[in-house]
Nanobody, 125 residues
Framework: VQLQASGGGSVQPGGSLRLSCAAS????????VGWFRQVQGKEREPVAA????????FYVNSVRGRFTISRDNAKNTVVLQMNNLKPEDTAVYFCAAGPDSGNSWLDTLKAMNYWGQGTQVTVSS
């Protein structure tokens, strides 16, 4: 699976951004997919993820209710809609994919082994 992320940019607090991840490869439609973010000097953290069908999703507490992850397996795309953005959302965002084994989200996130390049999101007034 190859992944290509896009859609980052700069926005004021309270604004919205939509990140997209275009995937190639047959395994995409059976893979779990997710978005991670990383601030310079800190560890990469998971933000949101969804299972192979998009029927079950995970969100880190800090973004729940503001971010929505969705996927379109027919178009091989994953979208992260980010609303009510806050300065602390500023980071480089990465999309990722990996086996959907039906295990815990912790295990699923750790198993993600395909990564796209990062896209910068900056939230500042």
């Amino acid at each position: 699976v190859q992944l290509q992320a896009s859609g980052g940019g700069s926005v004021q607090p309270g604004g919205s951004l939509r990140l997209s991840c275009a995937a190639s490869g047959r395994a995409f439609s059976t893979s779990a997919v997710g978005w991670f973010r990383q601030v310079q000097g800190k560890e990469r953290e998971p933000v949101a993820a969804t299972n192979w069908s998009g029927s079950i999703s995970f969100y880190v507490n800090s973004v729940r209710g503001r971010f929505t992850i969705s996927r379109d397996n027919a178009k091989n795309t994953v979208v992260l809609q980010m609303n009510n953005l806050k300065p602390e959302d500023t980071a480089v965002y990465f999309c990722a994919a990996g086996p959907d084994s039906g295990n815990s989200w912790l295990d699923t996130l750790k198993a993600m082994n395909y990564w796209g390049q990062g896209t910068q999101v900056t939230v500042s007034s």
